[in-house]
């Protein structure tokens, strides 16, 4: 068996703010059907890395390919669905409203709506407003609205954050289902344990470089995260 294609490669990518290098050169492979975890420490890069994968910020140089070949702007839209930490989109509006204008204005799947909704233990909240939700009720009707949508890449931002340890295992067993299904996950975990239950690869930044790749079979990823960083 040859060596696997992988769906998208991000090579070379680098992030100045000013003088301050952000991001320096981070390359690494994301996999279809994967659940690859983005690991490092605070102010390592990670979420200036998913703005610009998700094309919030502008990178000052690198490429994201498809193969060979850099993607446009409009492939990126079709590619990446980016989920930010800490976001409350529609503020004034229901849960259920914000779901089912996500699927119209993103072309989701309709039919998955209810199984996502109780999967993620969305149904008591669907009446209320999302500026109205706990963090961890917020975080998980966003994540619904990411997983409803139609991108085969998912990245999202510390998707456990404001959960509790059920709440926790219960997201990370649905998107290791939608992962199964042929979704490929890309998250940016802030807590190790969480990245060792939930992920199969690992890409490990530190002060704004990628300075490991694999999935670190048979070793303990808190001993590689501290060895590296």
Known sequence: MGPVT?????????????RVIALQDVSFAVHAGEVLGLIGPNGSGKTTLFECLGGVLPRDSG?????????????????????PDSIAPWPSQTVRWALDFAIGFF????????EIVQRLGITPFLDVTMGALSKGQRKRAVLALGLLAPQPVLLADEPFDGLDLRQTREV???????????????????QISDAARVCDRFVLLSNGRSVGEGAFAGQDLEEVFLALT
């Open 6 to 18: 992988p769906l998208l490669r991000i090579s070379n990518l680098t992030k100045r703010y000013g």
């Open 63 to 83: 490429e994201l390919l498809r193969g060979d070949r850099p993607i446009t702007s409009a492939e990126r839209l079709q590619l990446l669905f980016y989920i």
């Open 107 to 114: 072309g989701g799947n309709r039919e998955r709506r209810d």
């Open 172 to 190: 990370a067993q649905v998107l290791r289902e939608h992962a199964m299904r042929g979704r490929t996950m890309f998250l940016s975990i802030h």
